[in-house]
């Protein structure tokens, strides 16, 4: 796969010979290269090779039409971010619904108007450069990020992320249009609580780590931002046990408290009380010499990653 070398590129899908060649002469007059598919057949071919910055589809065409061409689209996680407009007759308002619905942004009518059409390409595209720039950002900063819509459906996906849910699921790919069963699984448990900070733990017996999903917002109607923290009890508590003096008991609370968990998240996964976890917590300090829980927790992540 490549990156076309244009630095703006638009792919239109219409199956018309007249409105492809206005539309093509007017966004290259703009200084947009143009990408053309006459079907969604070709158009979704094209698409495995090439990712270009917004589509244009018509809504109506033989073959796959333009929204289930769209729906294929945005259940492909590679190809899910890029803003899609629709082309519809004047007289089609039952598709311009279907087109909201398979994920299009927005929606132009035929005959188009050049001008409008070109008005609205380059809105949408700032803004769906700006979704990858930031994208872009927790990727160079390896955060494990994803996000999905309210069904649990990926719509992208950073590339720790993509590595952590893989080696929980061998043979996943983020072309799979859907998450593994677990993850699938836990996000139901996620979205029943529904408020940010809430967070469940996935776990598989041939996995070497535990997932934790995190819910961090609810950036639209269906869009949910979720934060994957990888945990790996078992191996982080022998690092701890073996480069510092704490008793296990002990090791297991600093353990969990380098997770970021409360004291009450602590007392359920130790089935202790919180009483008792912060008793060990204070022994923690004072072996430690720190005063605060952040100071204890920065040294444990030291530990475990030397």
């Keep these: ?36 598919a006459t079907s969604g057949e070709g158009a979704l ?35 899910a971010h890029i803003p899609v407009i629709f082309m519809t007759g004047l007289t089609d308002v039952e598709h311009v619904v279907q087109a909201f619905d398979a994920g299009g942004l927005d929606y132009v009518r035929k005959p188009v108007n050049l001008n409008e059409l070109l008005a609205r390409v380059r809105v949408h595209m700032a803004h769906g450069r700006a979704a990858q720039a930031s994208a ?53 448990r996620l979205f029943s609580n529904g408020m940010a900070g809430a967070s469940v733990r996935v776990d598989h017996p041939s996995a070497q780590s535990i997932l934790e999903l995190v819910l961090v917002a609810c950036h639209r109607v269906d869009e949910v931002l979720i934060r994957i923290n990888e945990l790996s009890p078992g191996k982080d508590m022998q690092q701890l046990a073996s480069r510092l003096p704490l008793t296990t008991r002990e090791a297991e609370v600093l353990l969990w408290i380098s997770y970021g968990k409360s004291n009450g998240d602590i007392s359920t996964v130790l089935s202790i009380s919180p009483r008792t976890v912060q008793k060990h917590l204070e022994h923690v300090y004072e072996k430690l010499g720190v005063e605060t829980r952040s100071a204890a927790a920065a040294i444990a992540i030291r530990a475990m990653e030397s």
């Excluded at 792919?11 to 990408?35: C, M, N, R």
């Excluded at 270009?52 to 492909?76: F, H, Q, W």
């Design 1 to 36: 796969m490549h990156m076309p070398g244009h630095s703006k590129t638009v792919l239109v899908i219409d199956d018309e010979p007249g409105s492809l060649g206005a539309i093509t002469d007017k966004l290259e007059s703009a200084g947009i290269s143009v990408l053309v």
């Design 45 to 79: 071919d094209l698409l495995d090779r090439i990712l270009p910055d917004l589509i244009i589809i018509d809504a109506i065409m033989p073959g796959i039409g333009g929204v289930e061409t769209t729906t294929r689209i945005k259940r492909n996680p590679r190809l």
């Design 136 to 188: 872009a950002s927790l990727d160079a900063t390896g955060r494990m990020m994803l996000a999905t819509d309210t069904s649990g459906t990926i719509l992208w996906c950073t590339p720790r992320a993509q590595a952590a849910i893989a080696a929980l699921a061998p043979g996943w790919s983020p072309r799979d249009s859907e998450l593994p069963p677990a993850i699938r699984q836990g996000l139901g």
